[in-house]
């Protein structure tokens, strides 16, 4: 069984910064892909920012040249900078894992998420 655990969330002004980690345990015979969505009251989850096992990036144009996703494949971690945080940012922040397992390839496993409130 794998378990992401997130931590980073919390309270900031705009203009301000957090940075996201989620660190995944368990029996993961390789990581395909790690990546970040979040989820407003009222709407759906969007992805904010992936990173293939390869290192290739992707974010959301709301995000674009804000939000620097990453990863220490060592320690099966994968971050999320957030610079210059708006409010429109607020949201519970979720890590997601694309890997796969020693028996089943294309397996999708979700972190509890974090809150990131940002006040005007």
């Known amino acids: 069984q794998v378990r992401l655990v997130e931590s980073g969330g919390g309270l900031v002004q705009a203009g301000g910064s957090l940075r996201l980690s989620c660190a995944a345990s368990g029996i993961i015979f390789s990581i395909n892909a790690m990546g970040w969505y979040r989820q407003a009251p009222g709407k759906q989850r969007e992805l904010v920012a992936g990173i293939s096992s390869g290192g290739r990036t992707n974010y959301a144009m709301s995000v674009k040249g804000r939000f620097t996703i990453s990863r220490d494949n060592a320690k099966n971690t994968v971050y999320l900078q957030m610079n210059n945080l708006k409010p429109e940012d607020t949201a519970v922040y979720y890590c997601?894992?694309?890997?796969?397992?020693?028996?089943?390839?294309?397996?999708?496993?979700w972190g509890q998420g974090t809150q990131v409130t940002v006040s005007s």
């Open positions: 997601c894992l694309y890997y796969s397992d020693s028996v089943t390839p294309n397996l999708r496993s």
